[in-house]
């Protein structure tokens, strides 16, 4: 069985600061697939990056940066310079070889100005 | 930029309908997807499609659900006689086809409110 955890279901920050997301996940399956998608107030689901198990290079895509430690099962989402347009859920999920894909409970980021 | 497209936005219907929701996959993509949402929960995987048939599908997919492709561009999904938990917002996701660089991308929702 697959599982995906986002321990913080909450975050706040102010304008500018960097935060992290943590994502932990448990699968048995030696090739996965693991994403990161945001969902804004508006309710869609907007793809921001993935990774496939067998390539752990991080990534780094302007303000937007992924740490992903097979090691530790974890996939974590830093953004930079927080900007109030960050503000949304943010989802992090992972795919077996279907792609079907098993999303953690999602955290919400508050950025306040 | 092709995107997935879902009618209608929302639905409200009574217990115990009949509702079709409807998706517009992108137009080369051959693997199809519904999940849903209940308000304030996590996303959750339904059912996936490809060739015509249902490759997996998850313990909420059960025989009141149906899904089809009835023509080259839609992909429904059925729900037989709601219940009030069926209240989410259902998604539709396609994707190309290699898994291995491949993404699911995700049409707007249908929100589907049950009285």
């Known amino acids: 069985a697959q599982k995906v955890t986002q321990a913080q279901t909450e975050i706040s920050v102010v304008e500018k600061e960097d935060v992290t997301l943590d994502c932990v996940y448990e699968t048995r399956d030696t090739t996965y697939y693991l994403f990161w998608y945001k969902q804004p107030p508006s309710g869609e689901l907007v793809f921001l990056i993935r990774?496939?198990?067998?390539?752990?290079q991080n990534e780094i895509s302007g303000r937007y940066s992924w740490n992903f430690q097979k090691s530790t099962s974890s996939f974590n989402f830093t953004i930079t310079a927080s900007q109030v347009v960050d503000s949304a859920v943010y989802f992090c999920?992972?795919?077996?070889?279907?792609?079907?894909?098993?999303f953690g409970g999602g955290t919400r980021l508050m950025v306040k100005p | 930029e092709p995107e997935v497209t879902q009618t209608p936005s929302h639905q409200v219907t009574q217990m115990g309908q009949e509702v079709i929701l409807r998706c517009v996959p992108i137009?080369?993509?051959?693997?199809f997807y519904w999940y849903r949402q209940i308000l304030g929960q996590k996303v959750e995987f339904l059912v996936s499609f490809y060739n015509n048939e249902i490759s997996e599908k998850s313990e909420i997919f059960d025989d009141q659900f149906s899904v089809e492709r009835p023509d080259g561009s839609n992909f429904t999904l059925k729900i037989r006689s709601t219940k009030l938990e069926d209240s989410a917002m259902y998604f539709c996701?396609?994707?190309?086809?290699?898994?291995?660089?491949?993404?699911?991308?995700f049409g707007p929702g249908t929100r589907l409110t049950v009285l």
């Open positions: 999920a992972l795919g077996n070889a279907g792609n079907m894909l098993t």
């Open positions: 137009s080369n993509h051959l693997y």
């Open positions: 996701a396609s994707r190309k086809g290699d898994r291995h660089t491949d993404t699911q991308y």
């Open positions: 990774r496939n198990s067998f390539d752990e």
